[in-house]
C-alpha cells in the first residue's frame, strides 16, 4: 500500500509567520478576507490571492537576480 505524503510544507518553518502576514496583506488589498473561517470562500477566489502572492515572490527574485532592489 501506497502512503500519501504532502509536500506542503513549509522549508524555512521561522518563515510560516511572515508568509501568513504577506498572505493576509495580498488578500487584503484585494478585497478578500482570509482571516478566521474560510469555508465559505470559492477556490477561484484563494487561488487568485496564491497566484498574486507568488507572481510577487517570483518579481522579487527577478529583481533580486539582475541586481535591482
Same mark, same amino acid.
Given at each position: 500500500?501506497?502512503?500519501?505524503?504532502?509536500? =506542503?510544507?513549509?522549508?524555512?518553518?521561522? /518563515?510560516? @509567520? /511572515?508568509?501568513? &502576514?504577506? %498572505?493576509?496583506?495580498? @488578500?487584503?488589498?484585494? $478585497? &478578500?478576507?482570509?482571516? +478566521?473561517? =474560510? $469555508?465559505?470562500? &470559492?477556490?477561484?477566489?484563494?487561488?487568485?490571492? $496564491?497566484?498574486?502572492?507568488?507572481?510577487?515572490?517570483?518579481?522579487? @527574485?527577478?529583481? +533580486?537576480?539582475?541586481? %535591482?532592489?
Amino acid at each position: 500500500m501506497q502512503r500519501s505524503t504532502s509536500s =506542503n510544507r513549509t522549508l524555512i518553518p521561522e /518563515a510560516r @509567520a /511572515a508568509l501568513k &502576514t504577506f %498572505r493576509d496583506q495580498v @488578500a487584503t488589498e484585494m $478585497g &478578500t478576507d482570509l482571516t +478566521g473561517y =474560510n $469555508g465559505d470562500k &470559492t477556490s477561484w477566489e484563494c487561488g487568485k490571492v $496564491g497566484g498574486e502572492m507568488v507572481r510577487r515572490m517570483i518579481e522579487q @527574485a527577478e529583481k +533580486g537576480m539582475s541586481g %535591482r532592489r
